[in-house]
């Protein structure tokens, strides 16, 4: 059995899909530090990758000693 499908071309050439405003996956990020302190946060990402990377800039930013750092897929 076929199904008919019918794709538009507007959707490839819009400003929306041009500039990427569609919605990553979902991380929850939590970084645990020395003082046996965890900070969570929720970050956009594409890739599960650049959601540690993101983690990572996060932890740099807290300016204490960090034990490790857990990532979800939310």
């Known amino acids: 059995m076929t199904?008919?499908?019918q794709t538009s071309s507007l959707w490839n050439k819009s400003r929306l899909y041009k500039n990427r405003y569609y919605c990553g996956n979902l991380y929850q990020v939590v970084i645990n530090t020395e003082d046996g302190e965890s900070h969570e946060y929720e970050v956009e990402?594409?890739?599960?990758?650049d959601a540690?990377?993101?983690a990572e800039e996060f932890a740099m930013s807290l300016m204490t000693d960090?034990?490790?750092?857990?990532?979800?897929?939310?």
């Open 3 to 5: 199904h008919p499908v």
């Open 45 to 49: 990402a594409d890739t599960f990758a």
């Open 52 to 54: 540690t990377k993101q």
């Open 66 to 74: 960090i034990t490790y750092i857990e990532c979800y897929c939310m």
